[in-house]
């Protein structure tokens, strides 16, 4: 199994990147997958998450109207589109399921066990 997170860059405050997530080892047809991030110095926290069996998202108050998590099944690959992004994004942005969880809301507030390499996103001007 591989989750492999890609994408991430320097960008300027207000602007947008997409990062993808390519999964490898099982398909998005069931457990759900989500995105988390760690800034310097800080916690882990959930981003965004996607039930892949029907595509409910979740996303905690600081990602709303400006994150977008997606998926390509057809790609195995699920994606999240950063808009607006402020220099409180930067972290480190990590691709992530857990195979016994099917809830979006349930990942991203218990964590998933599975995880992949991380991405770096650093927001500054």
């Known amino acids: 199994v591989q989750l492999q997170a890609s994408g991430g860059g320097l960008v300027q405050p207000g602007g947008s990147l997409r990062l993808s997530c390519a999964v490898t080892?099982?398909?998005?047809?069931?457990?759900?997958i989500g995105w988390f991030r760690q800034a310097p110095g800080k916690e882990r926290e959930a981003v965004s998450c996607?039930?892949?069996?029907?595509?409910?998202?979740y996303y905690p108050d600081f990602a709303k109207d400006r994150f977008t998590i997606s998926s390509d099944k057809t790609k195995n690959t699920v994606y999240l589109q950063m808009n607006n992004l402020r220099p409180e994004d930067t972290g480190v942005y990590y691709c992530?399921?857990?195979?016994?969880?099917?809830?979006?809301?349930?990942?991203?507030?218990?964590?998933?066990?599975?995880w992949g390499q991380g991405t770096q996103v650093t927001v500054s001007s």
């Open positions: 992530a399921t857990d195979f016994g969880q099917a809830s979006s809301y349930a990942l991203c507030h218990r964590g998933p066990r599975e």
């Open positions: 996607l039930s892949t069996n029907n595509d409910i998202t």
């Open positions: 080892g099982f398909t998005l047809n069931r457990p759900a």
